[in-house]
C-alpha cells in the first residue's frame, strides 16, 4: 500500500511543475545561446577610425535635445555630446552588469548543479563578463574616459547585493536591462550612428533579450510562492 495519500500527491504535483516549465525554459534558452552568441572581439571592427559627422547614440536620446541650449550648439558640439553620453551610458551598463553577475551568482549557490536553469544562468554570467568588457572597449575606444556612478549609489549597491530578495534581484534586472535594451533597440537600426556602436547595440539586444525572459519568468514563478514579507520588501527594494 502506498504511504502516500492523494494530497501528497497533489503537492508533490504543484510543486514539480514550475520546476519542469523553468528546466524546459532554461533548455530552450541555452539552445537559442548556442546559437546565437556573439564575440565582440572577434565580430566588430575595433581598428577602423569612428566616421566623420556620424552620431555615437541617436539624437532625440540625447539629454540636451530640444531645448534651448541645444539649439545654439553646433552640430559638431551635439555628436561630441553624443559621444559622452554613449561612454557614460556604458559607464552605467558595466556597473549594472557586474551587480548583476553577483546577484545571479547567490541565485544559483544552492541550485543543483547539473539543472538547465543553473547552466543557464552560468551562461548568462558568461555574457554579462563579455558585454561589459565590450563597453568598456567601447570606452576607451571614445576617448572620453569613463563615467562612474556617484559614490553614494555605488555603496547603496553594496546594500542591495547583501538584502536583496531573489524576486528583487530579477525585478531589478528587469529595471536596468529594459530601459537599457529599449534605447538600444532605437540604436542598432540607425543609420545616423557610428558603425561600431550599431555593432555593440545589436549585440546587446540580442542577447539580452534571452536575459530578459529567462528573469521575467523567474520573477513570475518567485513572486507566487514568496511570503507576504518578501513580495512587500522587493516592491520596496
Known sequence: ???????????????????????????RLLEASRKHSYDPDTELDW?????????????ELVSLYGTPLWSRMS?????????????????LGVWF????????????????LTSHHVGYALTEIADE????MMFARLIRKSGTGEYPVPRVYHNLARVLKTVST?????????LGEEILDWMQRLTFPDERIQPLVRGVTRIHV?????????????????????????????RLS
Open 1 to 27: 500500500m502506498s504511504p502516500f495519500t492523494e494530497p501528497d500527491f497533489t503537492r508533490l504535483r504543484d510543486a514539480l511543475g514550475p520546476l519542469r516549465d523553468r528546466e524546459r525554459l532554461a533548455e
Open 47 to 59: 581598428d577602423a577610425p569612428f566616421e566623420p559627422g556620424k552620431w555615437y547614440w541617436p539624437p
Open 75 to 91: 552640430e559638431e558640439q551635439r555628436i561630441d555630446l553624443s559621444r559622452h553620453e554613449a561612454a557614460s551610458l556604458a559607464s
Open 206 to 234: 540580442v542577447e539580452e533579450a534571452r536575459h530578459v525572459r529567462y528573469a521575467r519568468e523567474e520573477l513570475r514563478r518567485q513572486m507566487v510562492t514568496a511570503p507576504r514579507w518578501e513580495r512587500e520588501f522587493t
Open 129 to 132: 563578463c563579455r558585454h561589459s
Open 97 to 112: 552588469e557586474v551587480i548583476l553577475m553577483q546577484l545571479l551568482v547567490r541565485h544559483v549557490y544552492d541550485k543543483p
Open 166 to 174: 531573489t524576486p528583487g534581484s530579477f525585478a531589478a534586472t528587469l
